[in-house]
């Protein structure tokens, strides 16, 4: 059974073709990288006018390299929240115009449970687990107890982690997305030259990184001088530190053994070595998607919107996109 997914929530245009779930036949990512990287972060109206532009070659270019047509489509899912909602609009009203024309089923996925859906592209990590989502817009740990059951255990309650890269970029004078940059740069620092805070709320798993990009804007305005590299890595440091943490101790707490990582930012290399090796020593099995699979993509999109239409969880002509969804309101 084929699906097409389509994604559109922030500034990467995306279409994939995906077998039954976990058989990627195409994905297809246009980013927009070079038209905001000089503004240093995502400008939404520009977001929204790339994805009108680049929505149907990127749909053509998935269907042509998976070698199909529209005949063989079984359903189209969209992303549907959350985003910025101009970028939604434009992934949810092609999707209705084309399951219209073309008389294909649609399904809505959640941003968030798309992205947790990626590992299954790879792996089949036994429910319930653990998963991470860490990204540009969200930072939250969930247990998934099986397809369309979530339960947040965590989240942040100021910036996401990749909120927080993309911001401490900017700060250092680099455009964006600031994570890749910052993630080879640390490669060349010292993750001890400056001990910036790890957050540590009170009785709760949640995350703070605020306080940690203010104390990064302090010292580059004491030390302007000081090596760009060892705040990268120091900055790094202290996000790598408390992602891992936070993760493996849900995973103990809830004795569940099992974690995924999903989102842009578990495209860090640093997070990726630290995360395999901690939970290695706790006896917990990580497991990671590849690096591409990670940022927004619509074959993660595919994954979880295959469930949905198995389930016979359709949607309907009259579904609008949400800029603000927590993933266990997905169907409500
Ligand atoms: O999942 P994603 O593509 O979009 C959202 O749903 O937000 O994540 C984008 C975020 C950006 O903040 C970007 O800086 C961050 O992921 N990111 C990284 C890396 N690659 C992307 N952060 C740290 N290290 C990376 N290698
Ligand atoms: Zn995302």
Same mark, same amino acid.
């Given at each position: 059974?084929? &699906?097409?997914?389509?994604?559109?929530? $922030?500034?990467?245009?995306?279409?994939?073709?995906?077998?039954?779930?976990?058989?990627?036949?195409?994905?297809?990512?246009?980013?927009?990288?070079? &038209?905001?990287?000089?503004?240093?972060? &995502?400008?939404?109206?520009?977001?929204?006018?790339?994805?009108?532009?680049?929505?149907?070659?990127?749909?053509?270019?998935?269907?042509?390299?998976?070698?199909?047509?529209?005949?063989?489509?079984?359903?189209?899912?969209?992303?549907?929240?959350?985003?910025?909602?101009?970028?939604?609009?434009?992934?949810? $009203?092609?999707?209705?115009?084309?399951?219209?024309?073309?008389?294909?089923?649609?399904?809505?996925?959640?941003?968030?449970?798309?992205?947790?859906?990626?590992?299954?592209?790879?792996?089949?990590?036994?429910?319930?687990?653990?998963?991470?989502?860490?990204?540009?817009?969200?930072?939250?740990?969930?247990?998934?107890?099986?397809?369309?059951?979530?339960?947040?255990?965590?989240?942040?309650?100021?910036?996401?982690? *990749?909120?927080?890269?993309?911001?401490?970029?900017?700060?250092? *004078?680099?455009?964006?997305?600031?994570?890749?940059?910052?993630?080879?740069?640390?490669?060349?620092?010292?993750?001890?030259?400056?001990?910036?805070?790890?957050?540590?709320?009170?009785?709760?798993?949640?995350?703070?990184?605020? *306080?940690?990009?203010?104390?990064?804007?302090?010292?580059?305005?004491?030390?302007?001088?000081?090596?760009?590299?060892?705040?990268?890595?120091?900055?790094?440091?202290?996000?790598?530190?408390?992602?891992?943490?936070?993760?493996?101790?849900? $995973?103990?707490?809830?004795?569940?053994?099992?974690?995924?990582?999903?989102?842009?930012?578990?495209?860090?290399?640093?997070?990726?070595?630290? &995360?395999?090796?901690?939970?290695?020593?706790?006896?917990?099995?990580? %497991?990671?998607?590849?690096?591409?699979? $990670?940022?927004?993509?619509?074959?993660?999109?595919?994954?979880?919107? %295959?469930?949905?239409?198995?389930?016979?969880?359709?949607?309907?002509?009259?579904?609008?996109?949400?800029? %603000?969804?927590?993933?266990?309101?997905?169907?409500?």
């Amino acid at each position: 059974m084929l &699906i097409l997914g389509i994604e559109t929530s $922030c500034d990467d245009t995306s279409a994939a073709i995906v077998e039954n779930g976990s058989k990627v036949l195409s994905n297809i990512v246009s980013s927009q990288n070079e &038209i905001h990287t000089k503004y240093g972060g &995502i400008v939404p109206e520009l977001a929204s006018r790339r994805h009108i532009e680049m929505i149907w070659p990127v749909v053509d270019e998935a269907l042509n390299a998976a070698g199909v047509n529209f005949d063989d489509i079984s359903a189209i899912a969209f992303s549907f929240g959350p985003g910025l909602i101009g970028s939604l609009l434009i992934g949810t $009203c092609f999707a209705k115009s084309l399951s219209f024309v073309k008389d294909i089923p649609m399904v809505a996925v959640n941003h968030l449970e798309g992205h947790i859906f990626s590992i299954f592209l790879e792996a089949s990590p036994k429910f319930p687990f653990i998963s991470m989502v860490v990204s540009g817009g969200h930072t939250s740990i969930y247990k998934v107890s099986g397809f369309n059951s979530y339960e947040e255990v965590a989240r942040t309650r100021d910036d996401a982690a *990749g909120e927080a890269y993309d911001k401490v970029a900017k700060l250092l *004078g680099f455009g964006y997305p600031g994570g890749p940059l910052i993630d080879s740069l640390a490669l060349k620092g010292n993750p001890e030259a400056i001990h910036f805070p790890r957050s540590n709320l009170k009785d709760s798993f949640d995350f703070s990184f605020s *306080g940690l990009k203010t104390s990064v804007r302090n010292y580059i305005l004491k030390n302007p001088e000081s090596p760009k590299e060892d705040i990268a890595a120091s900055f790094q440091a202290s996000v790598v530190e408390v992602l891992t943490a936070r993760t493996l101790n849900v $995973c103990k707490s809830l004795d569940i053994p099992r974690l995924t990582l999903s989102g842009g930012v578990s495209a860090n290399s640093s997070l990726r070595r630290h &995360i395999l090796e901690m939970a290695d020593k706790e006896g917990i099995n990580a %497991y990671l998607p590849s690096v591409h699979l $990670c940022t927004d993509n619509a074959a993660m999109i595919a994954a979880a919107g %295959y469930h949905y239409f198995k389930s016979g969880i359709m949607a309907d002509f009259s579904l609008n996109p949400k800029a %603000y969804i927590r993933l266990n309101s997905a169907n409500d």
